[in-house]
C-alpha cells in the first residue's frame, strides 16, 4: 500500500508565499515522476509543475518563474515552493507520484490567496 502525504497548504495574503510538501510512503520500488497538480472549483485539474527523477522539471505557464519544484529522492518527498501567490492560485493542491507503471495521488490540500 503506497501513502501520499501532503501539507503546507494555508491562507496566505496575495504575494505571499507557501511550501507544499508531499511524503510517498509504503511498497515503492523506484518513484520516477513527481509533480503538483490543482483543481480550482468548477474548474478541470490542471498540471502545475513536474520533476522526473533525474532533475527535469516541468511548469505550467501560469506559475513559471513564482513556482519551484524539488524532490529528495532519499525521503521520496516532492515540494513545491510558491512565491508571489496571486488569488487565482487559490485551489486545492494534488500531488502525484508514477512508480512504474502506477500512478498514486495525494488527498490534496487546500491554498487559499486572498486579495
Known amino acids: 500500500q503506497v501513502q501520499l502525504v501532503e501539507s503546507g497548504g494555508g491562507l496566505v495574503q496575495a504575494g505571499g508565499s507557501l511550501r507544499l510538501s508531499c511524503a510517498a510512503s509504503g511498497s515503492i520500488f523506484s518513484i520516477n515522476d513527481m509533480g503538483w497538480y490543482r483543481q480550482a472549483p468548477g474548474k478541470q485539474r490542471e498540471l502545475v509543475a513536474a520533476i522526473t527523477r533525474g532533475g527535469i522539471t516541468n511548469y505550467a505557464d501560469s506559475v513559471k518563474g513564482r513556482f519551484t519544484i524539488s524532490r529528495d529522492n532519499a525521503k521520496n518527498t516532492v515540494y513545491l515552493q510558491m512565491n508571489s501567490l496571486k488569488p487565482e492560485d487559490t485551489a486545492v493542491y494534488y500531488c502525484?507520484?508514477?512508480?512504474?507503471?502506477?500512478?498514486?495521488w495525494g488527498r490534496g490540500t487546500q491554498v487559499t490567496v486572498s486579495s
Open positions: 502525484k507520484i508514477v512508480a512504474g507503471a502506477v500512478y498514486y
